[in-house]
T-cell receptor, first 112, second 113 residues
Framework: GDSVTQMEGPVTLSEEAFLTINCTYT??????LFWYVQYPGEGLQLLLK?????DKGSNKGFEATYRKETTSFHLEKGSVQVSDSAVYFCALFNTGGFKTIFGAGTRLFVKA | DAGVTQSPTHLIKTRGQQVTLRCSPK?????VSWYQQALGQGPQFIFQ???????QRGNFPDRFSGHQFPNYSSELNVNALLLGDSALYLCASSLRQLNTEAFFGQGTRLTVV
């Protein structure tokens, strides 16, 4: 079945450092890919998405490119802030499955 | 557009009790899915409702049941609560015909003591 694998955390960075969180997926067909963010004690917020190969999703300085050849959707940000500290979830929505499948999440800590 | 709304936001129950969580989908959506997110984990699919019927189900026991109403809103019921049912319960809605992404509510945090 479809699945999402993302790098284990926690990831600890200093402010203004470069961030990469790796995400790979297994799916039949052509899923849409997402990154969600969850701040402490809150629900999920959609951070960015990409619906087809080579699409780049971007929001709030975060970017991710849908790479079908490597089945990847890595999250990047050039300069993280303390306020980016949260848990990040990679996810896919497959047209054949009608449900969103999540990775286990990666916790990010950014130090001032 | 109010988006997906869930109620209540927080809930505390005792082991063995029953609980009902509620979800109103985004305007125009006809499909509702429920997810359980235990502490430190990613959301896990519980089940999905469309046309007032359960269409898909994840690996959850029969203690978890649901309902969808004619106005597309939905309820999640959990019977005989266990401590391990403590989690954030997320509702997501989508439009089945277009089969595009699901939109998530902010969740109900259930604590079983």
């Amino acid at each position: 079945g479809d699945s999402v694998t993302q790098m284990e955390g926690p990831v600890t960075l200093s402010e203004e450092a470069f961030l990469t969180i790796n995400c790979t997926y297994t799916a039949t067909g052509y899923p849409s890919l997402f990154w969600y963010v969850q701040y402490p004690g809150e629900g999920l917020q959609l951070l960015l998405k990409a619906t087809k190969a080579d699409d780049k999703g971007s929001n709030k300085g975060f970017e991710a490119t849908y790479r079908k050849e490597t089945t990847s959707f890595h999250l990047e940000k050039g300069s993280v802030q303390v306020s980016d500290s949260a848990v990040y979830f990679c996810a896919l929505f497959n047209t054949g499955g009608f449900k969103t499948i999540f990775g286990a999440g990666t916790r990010l800590f950014v130090k001032a | 557009d109010a988006g997906v709304t869930q109620s209540p936001t927080h809930l505390i129950k005792t082991r063995g009790q029953q609980v009902t969580l509620r979800c109103s989908p985004k305007s125009g959506h006809d499909t509702v899915s429920w997810y359980q997110q235990a502490l430190g984990q990613g959301p896990q699919f519980i089940f999905q409702y469309y046309e007032e019927e359960e269409r898909q189900r994840g690996n959850f026991p029969d203690r978890f049941s649901g309902h969808q109403f004619p106005n597309y809103s939905s309820e999640l019921n959990v019977n005989a609560l266990l401590l391990g049912d403590s989690a954030l319960y997320l509702c997501a809605s989508s439009l089945r015909q277009l089969n595009t992404e699901a939109f998530f509510g902010q969740g109900t945090r259930l604590t079983v003591v």
